[in-house]
């Protein structure tokens, strides 16, 4: 699909632009039970198995 002289949308930049396009138009759509937030958030990689500065305990 070519937009302008210069610009075409095809390939991944067409790919990218459906995938975020439909992902944020069923996020609106969702009923609301599948809006609402989690109650327990999920952990963090950065997180998991390291101390306050970063290093793994021993």
Do not use: W
């Not at 990218?16 to 952990?43: D, F, N, S, W, Y």
């Amino acid at each position: 699909m070519e937009l302008t002289d210069n610009f075409e949308l095809s390939g991944i930049r067409l790919g990218t632009t459906i995938v975020l396009t439909g992902c944020h138009v069923l996020g609106a759509m969702a009923p609301v039970h599948m809006k609402q937030p989690r109650e327990t958030p999920l952990p963090s990689a950065v997180t998991i198995g390291y101390d306050d500065t970063g290093s793994k305990p021993h």
